[in-house]
């Protein structure tokens, strides 16, 4: 069986699982399916980063190495990948939305300074 795509390879969009079949008996479900877990929301570069993080053992200075790039570059990696697996959303919407009323005006910026020091 061919692994599952998780993006069109024609114009990189999302897709959507569209008919399950039983192997079994034949019946077929049709719809719009959301593909299962949130290892499919990560792109090509992210799976990459965890492929070679685990590998490592997560070592971040082996992994380093293996993908030949800095310390702060690893850090950034891991977390986009933390985000991409919903482990920081709260936090990284949290400070998105100060951010956007700070950009707004809606508050001022020691006021957007102290908002995300109390998030931490």
Not at 68 to 81: D, G, Q, R, V
Request: net charge neutral; aromatic share 6%; proline share 3%.
């Amino acid at each position: 069986m061919k692994k599952t795509l998780s993006e069109c390879p024609v114009c990189s969009g999302s897709l959507v699982v569209s008919r399950y079949t039983c192997h079994h008996c034949q019946t077929e479900i049709s719809g719009k399916f959301e593909l299962p877990g949130p290892q499919w929301q990560l792109d090509q570069e992210l799976m990459n980063f965890l492929k070679v993080f685990i590998f490592a053992e997560g070592n971040i200075k082996q992994s380093e190495k293996l993908l030949n790039c800095s310390y702060p570059k690893i850090k950034n990696l891991l977390k986009k990948t933390k985000v991409a697996l919903g482990f920081e959303e709260k936090s990284v919407q949290n400070e998105n939305s100060v951010i956007s009323r700070l950009e707004k005006g809606e508050i001022d910026v020691d006021e957007a300074l102290a908002q995300l020091k109390a998030k931490d």
